[in-house]
């Protein structure tokens, strides 16, 4: 019985690794969590360091040690950020996990297009906590609560300013009606919106829950005009590059709500701030923006009133329902029984 290493730079709790040991005698762990922080923090922008790593994170080890770590993994579990350069130095590796669901988060890393299979955790992720963060955002801008900091400010009322929406019979479109973007439409629909979504292909089975229509990405701009809300699920592709630019803009709804819960390099920020200059969006939510990992957001967008941004927080919640691992265990198995993998990264799509 030939036995697969399996290496894990994830933090996992104990309950996690014995998932993952329990999935076959074949399986031998190494639990290499926070090894590389040393390395990361020397490779990674600072301002990604200092995000995702604690303080005084170093890592553990000699490079000679880590090495061997690395030359013996057949698998590995990883999550963000990870160490840049794994497939130079993990010559038996066949298959790379991440638990976050972004396969763009990986372009950084010579793992991406190469021969290794490569799996993440679409549709896994925290996708109710993530809905409700973007009800919370469109909540925020649709009854004018943008206004109560800056009343305050200026200890000065203007009850007219608010110009509160009510949310029954508004329409909101979702860009990426997959796992995060169904739970937002089910969300949205019990409001009383009428929802509206896009795919990169059209469903051919029944319309997910809350949906009235789910057109593919090419009906994306017969659905911007009607659109009170825009919020975007989708992933980041070379397709989805810059998705939202001047063209885009100018077809949405005056006076519409932007949301952005997928990646900032989707929408074109010069656009953006160009389009807020002119006044014709009501407001904007982004839990991301382009260049987040390595930089603050720029100040047109952090310090317009119009705009809430906040740091790649919307997963967040009181309860972790993120199923990486147990998409893991399950591809694990799969792996061991000569099946085909869920969620393998095609190079060529993006994701």
């Known amino acids: 019985m030939q036995t697969l290493n399996v290496l894990t730079i994830q933090r996992l709790g104990a309950a996690d690794r014995a998932r993952v040991e329990a999935v076959d005698q074949r399986v031998r762990l190494t639990d290499a969590a926070g090894w590389f922080d040393g390395e990361i923090r020397a490779t990674w922008p600072a301002f990604t360091a200092a995000r995702y790593l604690a303080p005084d994170a170093n890592g553990l080890g000699t490079r000679a040690e880590r090495d061997a770590l690395l030359a013996e993994a057949d698998v590995i579990l990883g999550g963000f950020p990870f160490p840049l350069d794994l497939r130079a130095r993990a010559p038996r590796l066949m298959w790379f996990h991440q638990r976050p669901a972004g396969a763009s988060n990986l372009k950084r890393g010579d793992l991406w297009g190469s021969n290794v299979v490569v799996t993440t955790s679409r549709g896994q992720a925290n996708g109710l906590a993530i809905a ?8 925020h801008f649709a009854k004018g609560l943008h206004r109560v900091p800056l009343e305050r400010d200026a200890r000065h009322f203007d009850a007219r300013a608010y110009r509160p929406w009510l949310l029954d019979g508004k329409t909101a479109c979702v860009v990426g009606a997959g796992g995060i973007g169904q739970e937002l439409g089910r969300l949205l629909a019990a409001l009383g919106f009428r929802v509206v ?8 089975g029944p319309l997910p829950p809350g949906f009235s229509i789910v057109g593919e ?63 014709r969006l009501r407001g904007v939510v982004l839990d991301v ?41 399950d591809n694990l198995r799969r792996w061991l029984d000569g099946r085909p993998l869920r969620n393998v990264v095609d190079w060529a799509r993006g994701y």
């Open 132 to 139: 409700e963060y973007a009800v919370a955002g469109i909540l």
């Open 197 to 204: 979504g896009t795919r990169r292909t059209a469903p051919t």
């Open 217 to 279: 990405a090419g009906d994306l701009d017969r659905y911007l005009p009607e659109a009170d809300v825009v919020a975007v699920c989708c992933q980041w592709t070379p397709e989805t590059d810059k998705l939202f630019d001047a063209g885009r803009f100018a077809r949405m709804k005056p006076g519409a709500i932007l949301v952005n819960v997928a990646r900032g390099e989707i929408v074109d920020e010069d656009a953006l701030i160009a389009t807020l200059r002119a006044g």
């Open 289 to 329: 923006y382009a260049g987040e990992f390595e930089r603050p957001p720029p100040d047109a967008l952090w310090s317009d009133p119009r705009v809430m941004v906040t740091p790649h927080i919307s997963g967040g919640s009181d309860q972790d329902r993120h199923g990486g691992i147990a998409l893991f265990c």
